[in-house]
């Protein structure tokens, strides 16, 4: 099919840099760009100065198809995505003071994709994903790379509870400590004496001279405890 006298074009991204050095660059620019052809191959091209890519699919001989939408859709899938961009950012910047909120976010920002992935532009949803994955990473490594101010905050506790309790000791903090963090905190002070730690529904164990026991670390055993159990409270 040969091309018509008259080809309109329009550039999607960065215009193309076709200057001979940059052609024979090792290193490309991190900008990138596409042209859509009207004429033989789209039609109503009046609506491409509002057109959003929302896929990139691969073909045959390294050529890429670009699904697009224009119009009304192409505005709403813009502010969908700047939206959601803007809300994520925020998200993210708050789990550096607030790390107990990540898997909060992460929950969020997955049932946001699943459920605007097909409103969403291509750059749009990859900065969203590489967001999401950026933050189960941190999620993946957290308990190793950024420290727990609860671990020290329970250490302390723990410690001036055990100096002033015959052995029993109720946990009244809300959300409850996690099993394992309580576990933690008492490997750090080494008692001497058998306690039992009890925490929302469970009460933790300590025996001083018990042998390693399932997954738990050593001189533990975690139960089941009644709602009724008391003792001295923090």
Request: with cysteine; charged share 20%; net charge negative.
């Amino acid at each position: 099919m040969e091309y018509p006298e008259t080809v309109i074009a329009v550039c999607i991204g960065d215009p193309p840099d076709i200057d001979a050095a940059s052609v024979r660059a090792a290193h490309p620019s991190s900008g990138s760009s596409a042209e859509l052809c009207a004429g033989t191959h789209v039609k109503n091209t009046v609506d491409l100065v509002d057109l959003v890519v929302i896929a990139l699919r691969g073909r045959k001989q390294a050529v890429k198809q670009f699904v697009g939408v224009v119009g009304d859709t192409a505005r709403q899938v813009r502010l969908c995505g700047n939206r959601l961009l803007t809300t994520a950012q925020h998200r993210e910047a708050r789990v550096s003071e607030h790390p107990i909120e990540l898997s909060e976010h992460i929950a969020w920002l997955s049932s946001e994709l699943a459920q605007h992935s097909d409103h969403l532009s291509y750059a749009d949803r990859e900065l969203l994903q590489a967001c999401l994955l950026r933050m189960r990473t941190q999620r993946n490594l957290g308990r190793s790379s950024v420290p727990d101010t609860q671990l020290d905050q329970l250490v302390i506790h723990l410690s001036r509870a055990i100096r002033e309790t015959d052995g029993l000791i109720r946990m009244n903090s809300n959300p409850p400590y996690r099993p394992e963090l309580i576990a933690e905190a008492l490997s750090q002070i080494e008692p001497t004496q058998t306690l039992v730690v009890c925490a929302g529904k469970h009460a933790l164990c300590y025996f001083p001279q018990l042998v390693h026991l399932l997954w738990l670390p050593k001189n533990y055993i975690l139960m089941e405890i009644l709602p009724q159990f008391t003792g001295t409270g923090l």
